[in-house]
């Protein structure tokens, strides 16, 4: 069966760094996405990992370990804007996209 | 910039009635996909497609039927509404089957 696990919600100081959790088992694995979705507004593409390893855009850095079927989205120098939930979803073979429940993150001032 | 919009922002409807969820994308993928979004679930596939006139199942298929006439529409149908289908609803669409989806910005539907 499918299962991705992800943290129901966090909450992070400005200005400070957060690690979001992903945790999946899933039929086939064709790579590991993030989104970002702010509230009532639609998800939007952050990062795509298929090969181990960390992949690094601007603020934000995505970790990928196939072998432990874990990934990590990593948020630096935390502003209010981050404010939103972060989904973690993979790529099933035959094209799908699985996606986890999403973890809420608050950033305080 | 990849666009995808949706027809409506937020609709009601009565149970039993036919709803229509439309979606237009402009930037001539092959693909394009229906999910629904309810809370502690995640986002769970109910129809992709991958060209004109194509639809296969995802997830929760039953309840909803689609039609993909031309390339960049993608019409969500349900053919009784019923309460438990209320939710957000969003469509998605991707150049290469492994590529990136882009959302659009989802029909809140609720069914009294």
């Known amino acids: 069966g499918q299962n991705i696990d992800q943290p129901t919600e966090m909450t992070a100081t400005e200005g400070a760094i957060v690690q979001i959790n992903c945790t999946y088992q899933t039929s086939g694995f064709n790579g590991l996405f993030w989104y970002q979705q702010h509230a009532g507004e639609a998800p939007t593409f952050l990062s795509y990992?298929?090969?181990?390893g960390l992949e690094e855009k601007g603020r934000f850095s995505s970790f990928l370990s196939r072998s432990k079927g874990y990934s990590y989205l990593l948020l630096k120098e935390l502003q209010m804007k981050d404010s939103a939930s972060y989904l973690c979803?993979?790529?099933?073979?035959?094209?799908?996209?699985?996606f986890g429940a999403g973890t809420i993150l608050r950033v305080k001032s | 910039d990849v666009k995808v919009t949706q027809s409506s922002r937020y609709l009601v409807k009565r149970t039993g009635e036919k709803v229509f969820l439309e979606c237009v994308q402009d930037m001539d993928h092959e693909n394009m996909f229906w999910y629904r979004q309810d809370p502690g679930l995640g986002l769970r596939l109910i129809y992709f497609s991958y060209d004109v006139k194509m639809k296969e199942k995802g997830d929760i298929p039953e309840g909803y039927s689609v039609s993909r006439e031309k390339k960049e529409r993608f019409s969500l149908i349900l053919e009784s509404a019923s309460t438990n289908q209320t939710s957000m609803y969003l469509c998605a669409s991707s150049l290469e089957q492994k590529e990136t989806q882009y959302f659009g910005p989802g029909t809140r539907l609720l069914v009294l």
């Open positions: 979803a993979v790529m099933e073979y035959g094209n799908k996209l699985v």
């Open positions: 990992n298929v090969l181990d």
